[in-house]
C-alpha cells in the first residue's frame, strides 16, 4: 500500500523529524474537503509516516494501527474511506473483509442479504443527501455539526428532497446571513416543517 501521486509531494526523508510539503492541486480536491475530520487527521498522518519510506510505501494495517494508537479495525475503516488517497492491491479484499453491518457469510439469507442491502443503500443515500444540502444551504458555518444533525435525521431520498426544498422556500438564500439560522439548529429544530405564508396559503380552508 502506498500513497497516490507520492512524487506530487515535496519530502526530505533525510530530515530528523521528515517533512511533507503538500501539493497545490488539494485546494480544488472535493474530495479532500468532504472528508470526515477524523480521516483528514489520520491522513495526514499517513503521508508522514509514508516520508520515512521510499516511493510514499506504506506499512500494514497492523504496524498503522500501532503507530497511529487506533485498533485495525479502525485502520481499515480509515484504508477504505481513504481510497482516493492511496494505491493498494489489497483493497478489494479488506473491503470485502471489513463491513461495519451485517457481513456477508455463506450463510446468509436471501432476506437478510436484501436487508443488508437496503441499509447500505440508505446509509450512501443520507451521505449524498447531506452534500446536496450543504452545497445548498446558505451558510456554511459548523459542518461536523450539520453533519452530525443530518445523520441523526437520516433523512431517505424523498425526505432529503424535501428538505432541500425548504431552503428555497423558506427564502433562506435572500436573506441577510445574520438572520439565516446555523445548518445544524436549522436542522435540530425540523425547521423544513415550517409553514411559509405560501404554503398556509394553499392550505388554508374557504368556508
Not at 65 to 73: H, I, M, V, Y
Not at 133 to 149: D, L, Q, R, T, V
Not at 151 to 171: C, F, G, N, W, Y
Request: net charge neutral; charged share 35%; with cysteine.
Amino acid at each position: 500500500m502506498k500513497i497516490k501521486n507520492w512524487s506530487k509531494f515535496q519530502h526530505f526523508k533525510d530530515r530528523r523529524p521528515p517533512w511533507v510539503k503538500l501539493y497545490r492541486d488539494i485546494l480544488d480536491d472535493v474530495e479532500w474537503f468532504e472528508l470526515d475530520p477524523k480521516l483528514a487527521k489520520i491522513l495526514v498522518m499517513l503521508w508522514l509516516i509514508a516520508s520515512e519510506e521510499q516511493d510514499g510505501i506504506l506499512p500494514d494495517a497492523k504496524k498503522l494501527a500501532f503507530r497511529l494508537r487506533l485498533s485495525e479495525k479502525e485502520i481499515n475503516s480509515a484504508i477504505i474511506g481513504l481510497s482516493h488517497w492511496l494505491e493498494q492491491s489489497d483493497i478489494d479484499g479488506i473491503s470485502s473483509g471489513y463491513q461495519d453491518d451485517l457481513p456477508e457469510t455463506e450463510t446468509e439469507t436471501e432476506k437478510e442479504k436484501e436487508e443488508r442491502e437496503k441499509k447500505e443503500k440508505l446509509a450512501q443515500d443520507v451521505k449524498l443527501g447531506f452534500i446536496e444540502f450543504w452545497k445548498c444551504y446558505p451558510k456554511k458555518i459548523a459542518k461536523p455539526n450539520a453533519e452530525k444533525a443530518w445523520m441523526k435525521i437520516a433523512p431517505d431520498v424523498d425526505l432529503t428532497k424535501r428538505i432541500i426544498h425548504a431552503i428555497s422556500e423558506q427564502k433562506l438564500l435572500e436573506r441577510e446571513e445574520q438572520f439565516i439560522p446555523y445548518p445544524a439548529s436549522w436542522l435540530n429544530a425540523r425547521r423544513w416543517e415550517d409553514q411559509t405564508q405560501a404554503t398556509q396559503q394553499n392550505h388554508k380552508w374557504w368556508k
